[in-house]
């Protein structure tokens, strides 16, 4: 069987206050997916069970060693999940509000991208 990319969904996720690379990483990942739908992989790949997608996950952003992958994963519904995760994204100076649990000013920002693949 051949591998064959049906999607590559892009997006962006800010965690403003907080300080967490899994939360910034989470919502870029819920961005890049929060508006499709996969007809395709029924109608054109001829899949039975959404569970055979095969969805692999790129995520850049600051501070990759402090993710913890099975909640940036729990995000995707579906499919044979797999996650890399590397460094980039943004750390931009926001305002640490105290009330909020910020430990200090960073506003951490990431990008994923979410690519479906299937057997054919």
């Not at 997006?11 to 300080?19: A, K, L, N, R, S």
């Not at 590397?86 to 690519?115: C, F, H, W, Y």
């Amino acid at each position: 069987m051949t591998r064959k990319r049906l999607i590559i969904e892009m997006g962006m996720g800010v965690d403003q206050h907080g300080q967490e690379p899994t939360v910034a990483a989470s919502r870029a990942v819920r961005n890049a997916i929060a508006h499709n739908a996969l007809p395709g992989v029924w109608e054109v790949a001829g899949l039975s069970d959404p569970n055979q997608m095969i969805v692999e996950v790129q995520v850049a952003v600051p501070y990759p060693d402090q993710v913890r992958q099975e909640e940036v994963l729990a995000v995707l519904p579906f499919g044979q999940k797999s996650l890399t995760v590397q460094s980039g994204g943004m750390v931009v100076q926001g305002r640490a509000i105290p009330e909020l649990n910020d430990k200090n000013d960073e506003m951490l920002i990431a990008v994923a991208a979410v690519t479906v693949f299937v057997e054919t």
